[in-house]
């Protein structure tokens, strides 16, 4: 079982930025795959950032939107990842998950409970 926190989310001032943080309990950290999604009012949830565990390297990958304007990293000694967010727009105003899966005979699939981030001035 892993649990995943999120923080670091508010208001902030379009062009201006946040760094989310997504701490997780349990053990095998480093092997799961980790991902940011985020779901705005009256929309799907969307992946907005992914990092992969340490067998496959930790490849990134990221929505077109967000591309050259996020940062996803992870810390494995720490059991967090993270989403730093620059040149932030309105349209990146939603709610932001963590989430956590692994795939093996099982599939593992964990979520947090969001927080959210406003882009306003």
């Known amino acids: 079982q892993v649990q995943l926190v999120e923080s670091g989310g508010g208001l902030v001032q379009p062009g201006g930025s946040l760094r989310l943080s997504c701490s997780a309990s349990?053990?095998?950290?480093?092997?799961?795959?980790m991902g940011w999604y985020r779901q705005a009012p009256g929309k799907q949830r969307e992946l907005v950032a992914g990092?992969?565990?340490?067998?496959?390297?930790?490849?990134?990958n990221y929505a077109d939107s967000v591309k050259g304007r996020f940062t996803i990293s992870r810390d494995n000694a720490k059991n967090t990842v993270y989403l730093q967010m620059n040149s932030l727009k309105p349209e990146d105003t939603a709610d932001y998950y963590c989430?956590?899966?692994?795939?093996?005979?099982?599939?593992?699939?964990?979520w947090g409970q969001g927080t959210q981030v406003t882009v306003s001035s």
């Open positions: 990092i992969a565990g340490i067998t496959r390297g930790g490849i990134t």
């Open positions: 989430n956590a899966r692994l795939q093996g005979a099982t599939l593992y699939d964990y």
């Open positions: 349990g053990s095998l950290f480093s092997l799961y795959a």
